[in-house]
């Protein structure tokens, strides 16, 4: 399955793919740090932090909507991406159970991701003084 991985070199703060983007490939961190964050009415927030040996990238592939994250090199990163065909031949094999089990967890992440976007507004709007009164 190596083969099927492209190695790639990352200098510090350079972008491996935007929000937004369509879910072409997932990562595995070789070498170095990766940090995953959204962008919000002009702030960064990071969501976490990949370290070597970290998978990153991959639930877009699972279920084929744009990638709900930034992902930026935190410093020299070594990463080695695997296109989305090679991860979907390997999940088509897998056992239907397990198959819909990642997918029930992937629609949790982003309807978590959702719902903290709601938050952030609605934190934000209180901050103005533009909260709905109750």
Known sequence: MSAAFQRR???PGEIVFHEGDPGDSLYVV???????WRAH???????GMVEE????GEMAIFDRKPRMANASAD???TLMRMPASVLRESLYGA???????VQILIDNIRTMAR?????EDMVEAAQKGDAPQN
Do not use: C, N, W, Y
């Open 75 to 77: 410093m020299e990163s």
């Open 41 to 47: 009415d002009g702030h960064d927030t990071v969501i």
């Open 9 to 11: 070199v990352f200098a």
């Open 30 to 36: 070789e070498k170095g740090r990766v940090r995953i």
């Open 115 to 119: 719902r903290i976007d709601e938050l």
């Open 53 to 56: 040996g970290g998978v990153f």
């Open 95 to 101: 056992d239907p159970l397990l198959r819909q089990l």
